[in-house]
């Protein structure tokens, strides 16, 4: 199952490159942590001319406008509304590329009056969700409620995301209850070193994947280049990693069972839902085997869905061609994370990557997996869901958009960055916002020229109805900038976020459009503590 040694001379390098995709897959990447040799420093990025938002560049459907209503945020990643139409924007904090962006949510009042309402958040700040009164907040290993004040009051938290991907959005069921998602550790189970490279595997060397039930994973370890030799330390030149372990350790003896080992079910484990009652008490896992489940939504059908990003091709396991789906959620159901890509397995030669080891599954007589409603291509960048206003079945999802050249390889992109409406009965999924004409937009860079950012939208993660259904609300990221050569560069662009709306062209609706947010008009500390 290792990497042998003539597969690793320069193809790991080439391997944690491809396939990265999220809202923020390390909240403290720190790509610039290996100093790398001078013949292999990346080339510098040309200097990007980024326009202003422009609402003309966009596709609505017929008998819809659509308008910037704030802009100049930094990488906001969430939008919702109270019961007397105040919209609330959380900006994510830290992204790819950025790790000293402030986490924060402003609240804009109907008249165009933005407070600050907090900054005492960890990032990434990944969902709000109003209900009854109550704003909650899903940040970086925490669930938490949010007063008037400012006040922030944790109800969840020791959430295991410290690695690749983080908790996500928030829903209320028709029990009462909350729920919510939560990425996986790595990749494909096996931490690497593409885990160092994202920022980490250095700081949090003890983080690895944990099942929500026992499990039976097969003898055999993943050999990987030690990225701790590389930064000046001395331990060995290459290490092997078990599925399901901290990087560099192999699983003991205790665990040992006939032909494998076994892993014991977590009581916080990865790459699963959970619910809890809305003050954070008795949560439990309701359904598992995610890779990356960012969105997350009750549908007005009574049905639970997930977005669910796929595995990548990149780390000491990489996975070739896995598409993203939308997945209709049982409880205690599995959806074949590690060891299955849209209900296939994993052996299937389609998923083959490049470079590393030939693909086998870790699991041991692994549950029946359920498949998924719809898929998406390779790197699509499914993001948050919304469901339309009652009556209406149809579900809204943002796509975020794949990060080529570092998805060079995937599957094709099906229509680049844009929020699609889904009919769930028929299966049926049609653009609703697009970001400009098609055959124009280099989906990955954003560009629509080279040099030249789209005016439209660039990175969308979350879709938001008002109250009323009146207006479709998007939190767009804002341009983030990705280029490769033997490594990768990222480079986000704060003050580029923007909130766009959709809206019949009869109905008008508050706050005006035009609203921009800079950090002198909400810099002021929030009244509560």
């Not at 078990?242 to 040992?256: I, L, R």
């Not at 809305?278 to 059908?301: F, Q």
């Not at 389609?350 to 790197?379: A, H």
Request: with cysteine; glycine share 12%; hydrophobic share 35%.
């Amino acid at each position: 199952m290792g990497l042998s040694r003539s597969n690793r001379t320069g193809r790991v390098w080439r391997g944690w490159l491809l396939g990265l995709s999220g809202l923020a897959a390390c909240g403290t990447a720190h790509l610039t942590a290996l100093p790398a040799p001078d013949a292999a420093r990346p080339a510098a990025l040309e200097p990007l001319d980024v326009p202003e938002p422009e609402a003309r560049s966009m596709r609505a459907p017929a008998g819809y406008r659509v308008e910037a209503v704030v802009t100049g945020l930094t990488y906001p990643s969430s939008v919702e509304f109270d019961d007397e139409g105040f919209l609330y924007v959380a900006e994510a904090g830290a992204v790819w590329g950025d790790s000293n962006a402030r986490p924060r949510i402003l609240r804009v009042a109907p008249d165009g009056e933005v407070r600050l309402l907090t900054e005492r958040l960890v990032a990434p700040v990944s969902d709000l969700l109003w209900h009854q009164g109550q704003l909650y907040v899903s940040h970086r290993g925490r669930i938490s409620s949010v007063s008037p004040e400012g006040v922030v009051r944790d109800l969840v938290t020791g959430l295991p995301s410290l690695g690749d991907h983080t908790n996500t959005q928030l829903c209320v069921g028709p029990d009462g209850k909350l729920y919510f998602g939560q990425g996986t550790v790595t990749n494909s189970g096996v931490v690497g070193l593409d885990n160092f490279f994202t920022g980490w595997l250095p700081q949090h060397p003890e983080a690895f994947d944990r099942p929500a039930r026992d499990i039976r994973v097969r003898e055999g370890t993943y050999e990987s280049m030690n990225p701790f030799v590389m930064a000046g330390g001395k331990e060995p030149a290459t290490v092997r990693t078990a599925p399901f372990a901290a990087f560099g350790a192999h699983h003991g003896e205790d665990e040992a069972v006939r032909g494998g080992f076994r892993i014991l079910g977590s009581d916080k484990p990865t790459g699963c839902l959970y619910r809890c009652n809305l003050d954070g008490s008795a949560l439990e896992v309701y359904a598992w085997g995610l890779r990356n489940p960012m969105g997350v939504l009750w549908g007005n059908d009574g049905q639970l869905y997930a977005s669910n990003r796929g595995m990548s091709e990149r780390g000491a396991r990489p996975v070739a061609n896995a598409p993203d789906d939308l997945l209709l959620i049982k409880q205690n159901a599995w959806y074949g994370w590690p060891d299955f890509v849209s209900g296939v397995p994993i052996t299937d030669p389609r998923f083959r990557p490049s470079f590393g080891p030939r693909l086998e599954p870790l699991m041991f007589n692994p549950p029946g997996v359920d498949q998924p409603l719809l898929t998406f291509g390779s790197g699509s960048g499914v993001g948050k869901l919304a469901r339309a206003p009652e009556g209406d079945r149809h579900i809204f999802m943002a796509v975020t958009g794949d990060f080529s050249p570092m998805s060079v390889g995937s599957l094709p992109v099906d229509g680049g960055p844009r929020i699609v409406r889904i009919d769930p009965l028929n299966r049926r999924v049609e653009t609703f916002l697009g970001g400009g004409e098609e055959g124009v937009l280099d989906q990955g860079l954003g560009r629509q020229t080279p040099g030249q950012a789209r005016a439209g939208l660039r990175r969308p993660v979350d879709v938001a109805f008002t109250p009323n259904g009146d207006a479709l609300y998007v939190a767009d990221l804002g341009v983030i900038e990705v280029q490769s050569t033997r490594f990768p560069t990222v480079r986000p662009y704060p003050g580029t976020g923007v909130i766009w709306r959709v809206v019949p062209h009869d109905v008008r609706v508050q706050p005006a459009a035009g609203l921009s947010i800079q950090p002198p008009r909400v810099d002021a500390a929030p009244a509560g503590k």
